[in-house]
């Protein structure tokens, strides 16, 4: 199996901040990458799909890049509202996905 | 607008059954594969698994192998994964996920405890 490790696994971060989160795959995965946020009592939410492609009505302070093993989500200044649990996930070995442990973005 | 909607979950003891269903709208259903993904409490995603668009492949995660069934019925634009032999551990929140997870229900929780 494909393991996926993020890091941080917490952020601590103010409104306005740009934050970097960081996803390595144990093993190439091409640009299989998405990123998804996740609300407490809430379904993921899919921000980027192919490692850089921004999903429909995401707002443009979220970005990602990379491919083979190492990727990282970038959101340029916080908003309120972003703050949330972010995960990986490869679809390289569909269909047995597999997700990062999550990083939890906080208030600081 | 794309809706998966889950249902049937609940509290259940060790070794008991449980059958979740997820209605889908907005969206041709019949096109797209569709997965279950779960999330055990304070826990993070764990895929569960895969059934292709005309239910003719199936996958599953080793950990529920043998004990989960997934299906579908494409007339009724719907998905289901009966649960079998649950354990403890097979507590948490069940999502159904389109195809290539853009498009998440609300979950539903399963409760394995005696």
């Known amino acids: 199996d494909i393991q996926m490790t993020q890091s941080p696994s917490s952020l601590s971060a103010s409104v306005g901040d740009r934050v970097t989160i960081t996803c390595r795959a144990s093993?190439?995965?091409?640009?299989?990458l998405n990123w998804y946020q996740q609300k407490p009592g809430k379904a993921p939410k899919l921000l980027i799909y192919?490692?850089?492609s921004l999903q429909s009505g995401v707002p443009s302070r979220f970005s990602g890049s990379g491919s083979g093993t190492d990727f990282t989500l970038t959101i340029s200044s916080l908003q309120p509202e972003d703050f949330a649990t972010y995960y990986c996930?490869?679809?390289?070995?569909?269909?047995?996905?597999?997700f990062g442990q999550g990083t939890r973005l906080e208030i600081k | 607008e794309v809706q998966l909607v889950e249902s049937g979950g609940g509290l259940v003891q060790p070794g008991g059954s449980l059958r979740l269903s997820c209605a889908a709208s907005?969206?041709?259903?019949?096109?797209?594969?569709m997965n279950w993904v779960r999330q055990a409490p304070g826990k993070g995603l764990e895929w569960v698994s895969y059934?292709?668009?005309?239910?003719?492949?199936?996958y599953y995660a080793d950990s529920v192998k043998g004990r989960f069934t997934i299906s579908r019925d494409n007339a009724k634009n719907s998905l289901y994964l009966q649960m079998n032999s649950l354990r403890a551990e097979d507590t948490a929140v069940y999502y159904c996920?389109?195809?290539?997870?853009?498009?998440w229900g609300q979950g539903t929780l399963v409760t394995v405890s005696s």
């Open positions: 907005g969206f041709t259903f019949s096109s797209y594969e």
């Open positions: 093993q190439s995965i091409s640009s299989y």
């Open positions: 059934i292709s668009s005309s239910g003719s492949t199936i």
């Open positions: 996930q490869q679809s390289y070995s569909t269909p047995s996905i597999t």
């Open positions: 996920a389109r195809e290539s997870a853009d498009y």
């Open positions: 192919a490692a850089s």
